[in-house]
C-alpha cells in the first residue's frame, strides 16, 4: 500500500510539472520595463509578454510609443526565456526568477554572434526614463531641428532633421535623414537634458543631449552593440533634406530597369512576365534584415490588396545578408508571411555595393533601404524615391502617403 501511495504521489509530482512550462521557470504576463546596457549607459525599452494558450510558447511586443511591433514566437529553454527575432538575426536570452529577467542580447552573422549586450528587465514597470512626475523641466523640443551627426572616430558628418512632439515633459518623434529615419523614438525632457530611446530587434538607440546657452542640442548617441557618434541640434522650422527623387537616378542612355531574378519558389521574374505588361510597376528594393523596408512594406503590402483591381503591380527586390538561397529564402518568406505580401518577392543579392550594382547595373547607386522605383505603363523609369518616412516621423509619414497616392493615380490613369 506504502508503495503504491508513493507511486501516485511521484505520478502526480511528474505529471504536474510536465503540464506547465512555466512551472520552474515562470515569467508573468503583462508590461515589461527592461534595458541594454553598453559603455556605462543604460538604453531603455517595453516589452509587453503574455503566456500562450499552448502552455510552451509566449508572445512578445516591443512596444515604442505608439508602435506595438510582434517578435518571433517566445519559448523556454532550460532554465532561460528565450525571444527570437529571426528577421534581424537576433535574439534575447535570459532567465526568469518570476518578477526579474537577466540575460543577454545577441546579434549574428553568418549563423555566429557578431555582438552582444547585457538585458535586464523588471515586470509591472511602465517607463523609460523616469517614473511618472519624475522629470522637470521648462524646456520644450516640439519642431523641427537641423541636426548633425559626427563620427569621432572617422570625422565623418552627416545631417538629419530632428521632428518632435513634446507633452508635458514626453517626448515622440524621430530623426529624418537621407537615407531613411530612425524610427519611433520616445523619450523625456528633464532639467537640461534631453532623453530618447527606441528598440525594435534591430535598432537599438540611445539618445541623450544638453541643452546649451544659446537654445541648441549637443549630445552622444549609441546605436547597437559598438557604433558611437556625437551629434548637434539647432531649432530651424525652414530644416530640409535634400530631394529624396534626385538622390538615386538612371545612368545616362537608360530609361528603364530590368532583372531577371527567382523567387523563394524558383519561379524566375522579369519586367517582361506578363503579370506587368501594361501596368505601373512599383519595384521596391528592400531587405528582411531593414527596419526602414519593414515600414514601407507595412504600408504597400495593405495598399496593393485595395488597388490590384486598378491595375497595377509591385514587385520586391530583397537584398540579403547573405545571398545563399538556403539562408536568405526562409528569411523572405518569414517578411512575406509576416506583412501579407501578395506581390512576388525576389532574391536579389547580397546588400552589397558590388552585389546592387551587378543585380541592377543602370542604377547609379543603390544608396538607401528602402528604395522605390515608379514605372510607367510603357515600361519608362517616371521617379526614383531614396529612403522612407515612416509612421514614427509625423506629417512626414502623411506626406509621403498623400505624395505615393497622386503619383499612382496618375499612372493608373494614364493612357
Not at 510552451?56 to 527570437?84: A, R
Not at 522629470?135 to 551627426?149: D, M
Amino acid at each position: 500500500m506504502r508503495l503504491l501511495l508513493l507511486f501516485g504521489i511521484l505520478s502526480f509530482f511528474i505529471l504536474s510539472t510536465n503540464s506547465n512550462a512555466f512551472a520552474d521557470t515562470p515569467v508573468k504576463s503583462g508590461i515589461w520595463r527592461a534595458t541594454l546596457s553598453r559603455d556605462k549607459q543604460k538604453l531603455p525599452l517595453i516589452l509587453d509578454i503574455s503566456q500562450n494558450p499552448d502552455g510552451k510558447t509566449l508572445t512578445v511586443h516591443i512596444i515604442n510609443g505608439t508602435e506595438k511591433l510582434k517578435m518571433d514566437s517566445s519559448y523556454f529553454q532550460n532554465d532561460s526565456l528565450v525571444i527570437p527575432m529571426m528577421m534581424f538575426d537576433a535574439k534575447i536570452v535570459a532567465k526568469s526568477t518570476g518578477d526579474e529577467l537577466k540575460g543577454t542580447y545577441y546579434r549574428y552573422a553568418n549563423g555566429a554572434v557578431s555582438g552582444s549586450l547585457p538585458f535586464e528587465a523588471e515586470q509591472g514597470e511602465n517607463y523609460k526614463f523616469f517614473k511618472k512626475g519624475e522629470a522637470r523641466s521648462s524646456r520644450n523640443v516640439s519642431g523641427k531641428w537641423a541636426t548633425t551627426f559626427k563620427n569621432p572616430a572617422t570625422g565623418e558628418e552627416s545631417i538629419a532633421v530632428g521632428n518632435f512632439t513634446q507633452q508635458g515633459t514626453d517626448v515622440t518623434g524621430s530623426f529624418l535623414t537621407p537615407t531613411g529615419d530612425y524610427r519611433f523614438l520616445t523619450g523625456s525632457v528633464n532639467g537640461d537634458s534631453l532623453f530618447l530611446s527606441t528598440f525594435d530587434g534591430s535598432f537599438a538607440m540611445l539618445f541623450k543631449a544638453g541643452f546649451q546657452p544659446d537654445g541648441s542640442l549637443k549630445g552622444n548617441q549609441w546605436s547597437g552593440v559598438k557604433a558611437f557618434k556625437t551629434w548637434t541640434a539647432k531649432p530651424d522650422a525652414n530644416a530640409k533634406l535634400p530631394d529624396a527623387t534626385k538622390m538615386t537616378f538612371l545612368k545616362p542612355g537608360f530609361e528603364s530597369v530590368d532583372f531577371s531574378l527567382q523567387d523563394t519558389k524558383g519561379k524566375t521574374w522579369s519586367l517582361q512576365d506578363p503579370r506587368f505588361a501594361g501596368k505601373p510597376v512599383i519595384i521596391q528594393i528592400m531587405g528582411s534584415w531593414c527596419p526602414n523596408c519593414m515600414d514601407e512594406t507595412n504600408y504597400l503590402a495593405p495598399w496593393y490588396k485595395k488597388n490590384k483591381n486598378r491595375g497595377v503591380e509591385i514587385v520586391g527586390l530583397s537584398f540579403e545578408r547573405n545571398d545563399k538561397p538556403e539562408i536568405a529564402n526562409p528569411k523572405i518568406d518569414r517578411m512575406v508571411s509576416r506583412f501579407g505580401i501578395d506581390y512576388p518577392v525576389v532574391l536579389a543579392g547580397t546588400s552589397s555595393d558590388a552585389s546592387t550594382a551587378k543585380a541592377l547595373p543602370m542604377l547609379n547607386k543603390v544608396m538607401s533601404y528602402p528604395t522605390t522605383i515608379f514605372i510607367d505603363k510603357h515600361g519608362k523609369v517616371r521617379e526614383i524615391h531614396t529612403g522612407f518616412n515612416g509612421p514614427g516621423t509625423g506629417h512626414y509619414y502623411d506626406e509621403f502617403v498623400t505624395d505615393f497616392n497622386t503619383l499612382m493615380d496618375k499612372l493608373i490613369s494614364e493612357k
